[in-house]
């Protein structure tokens, strides 16, 4: 500290040609400067200034030194700006709760957002279905998570210390193996749900939508099959098993690419949500996924 000092006097001499004009640029006094720069030529057994007329002048081996005096304020200055940038940095880890596709969340661009954001904070990813992430994040073993809920409703007034932003809305459709057409051509739930069906557990939204509109109507489907992955879904439906929910773009694909039938008329309303502890919102890891999550859905 003590030789970055007297660099620092040095460079600052040189550059005014006077010890008294270096002494008010680096808030010292005189004799405080007059004795770093003593200090420094004392260390290197060189004399590095000489007394003009019109002040001090640098020596040969002055005018040698100065460029790599100045590099080395410079790179003390560069190590010392690092050094603050650390104390401002986002660290820790987030904890993040996935659930069906990461193309459907944006998954990818969610965290190359975060990752330019804040380059030091690590994440880790918890895939599961729509429930399981709410009833983490509302006890804190994830920070964040993707929620699939009908439009407006969220988690819901049961879970009121659980917040969430809406970021898009769309529509489960009804799928049937090829071939059903004419056996699923009556759109009404009560012909429906006697069919064959391929459902879901109660975590995932599947089951939460079929029941919220079932169950007004005192019907349930007639279950022949329990999975918990969209994917396997759809291998059900197109190996004819039953009838199973898709959401409207792989419902469409489907009917295009494999001849799936799609029930004309029946459509269940939902939304994609990104939800987190309510009481954390404050919290800087929490705000910066709010805030990387708005680049990328503008929201």
């Known amino acids: 500290m003590h030789l970055l000092q007297s660099l620092r006097a040095f460079v600052t001499v040189a550059r005014e040609g006077s010890v008294s004009r270096a002494a008010e640029r680096l808030h010292l006094t005189q004799p405080a400067v007059s004795l770093k720069l003593k200090q420094l030529q004392d260390q290197l057994d060189l004399k ?54 990461p193309e459907f969340i944006r998954l990818g661009a969610f965290l190359h957002r975060l990752v330019e954001r804040a380059p030091q904070l690590e994440t880790e990813l918890r895939q599961g ?12 073993r994830l920070d964040v998570g993707f929620f699939l ?79 918990d992955q969209e994917a396997c879904m759809l291998d059900l439906v197109r190996a004819g098993v039953g009838l199973s929910l898709a959401r409207d773009a792989l419902a469409m694909a489907e009917r295009q690419e494999r001849g799936l039938v799609v029930v004309e008329g029946v459509h269940l309303p939902c939304a994609l949500s990104f939800i987190w502890q ?22």
Do not use: C
């Open 48 to 101: 590095l200034f000489l007394r003009k007329p019109q002040g001090l002048m640098l020596t040969p081996d002055g005018q040698a030194l100065l460029p790599s005096a100045e590099k080395a304020l410079a790179a003390m200055a560069a190590f010392e700006q690092s050094a603050r940038a650390l104390h401002s940095t986002l660290r820790g880890r987030l904890k993040i709760g996935t659930i069906v596709d």
């Open 129 to 140: 279905m729509s429930g399981s992430v709410l009833d983490q994040v509302r006890d804190g």
């Open 149 to 227: 809920a009908p439009p407006g409703v969220g988690p819901g007034a049961s879970v009121p210390e659980v917040a969430h932003r809406e970021l898009a809305q769309f529509q489960y459709y009804v799928v049937a193996p090829a071939g059903w057409g004419n056996r699923v051509a009556s759109p009404e739930w009560e012909a429906l749900a006697t069919m064959p069906w391929i459902v879901t557990p109660e975590d995932s939204v599947h089951h939460r939508l079929l029941r919220s509109t079932l169950g007004p109507l005192g019907l349930t489907p007639h279950g022949v099959a329990q999975v």
């Open 278 to 299: 309510r009481d954390r919102e404050g919290e800087p890891l929490i705000a910066e996924a709010l805030e990387a999550l708005a680049g990328v859905w503008g929201h």
